[in-house]
């Protein structure tokens, strides 16, 4: 998958999976509206709500939460757009990578590595996680497909998820102009 800087999207979609870090989404999801997406979607997968609430995510102004194949949001087909996939964790990313969409938020993000269109990977593992054999292979899978990694940072207490300002100047490129 070759990203094209010029090519912009209507569509911005937020994946977000079950870490720690899951309760920043509130924010990531403001700055995606800030970035001037007419449609901006969040889709939590299963274990995203035990760290942030689809409420939360909801009462963001200008964004939507999905989480079921018949919200009329994606149907008859979830809209092309930009995915951001952040947090990933380490079950997300290595299903991700063996091609598994078992959930509607793995569903959309393979739907666009498939169609090429930009997916942006922000994988928030710790260490041993970060280091574990399957991890390095999923990362290396991914950016092989076109995927853009945002690579967790280490401010001292281990690595996380990285800050909002790095993971939305990934997606700015695709961002409406």
Known sequence: MVQVASERF?????ILSGTTTAARCPEILAGLVAL???RVIAIPTPNASRTVSSREL???PGAQVVESYYDLAIRPRPPV????FAPCSFNS???LAAGIAD?????VAAE???????????PSLNQPLLDHPAARLSLKTLASWGAIIVPPV???????LAATERLLAAVRPFAPL
């Not at 959930?103 to 569903?107: D, F, G, K, R, V």
């Not at 590595?113 to 997916?119: A, E, F, L, N, Q």
């Not at 401010?155 to 996380?160: A, D, K, Q």
């Open 10 to 14: 209507s569509v911005a979609y937020l």
């Open 36 to 38: 001037g997406f007419p």
């Open 58 to 60: 909801a009462e963001v």
């Open 81 to 84: 757009g930009v995915v951001l």
């Open 93 to 95: 990313l290595n299903k």
């Open 103 to 107: 959930t509607l938020a793995l569903s």
């Open 112 to 122: 666009a590595i498939g169609r090429r269109t930009p997916v942006i990977v922000a």
């Open 154 to 160: 280490d401010e001292g207490l281990g690595p996380r």
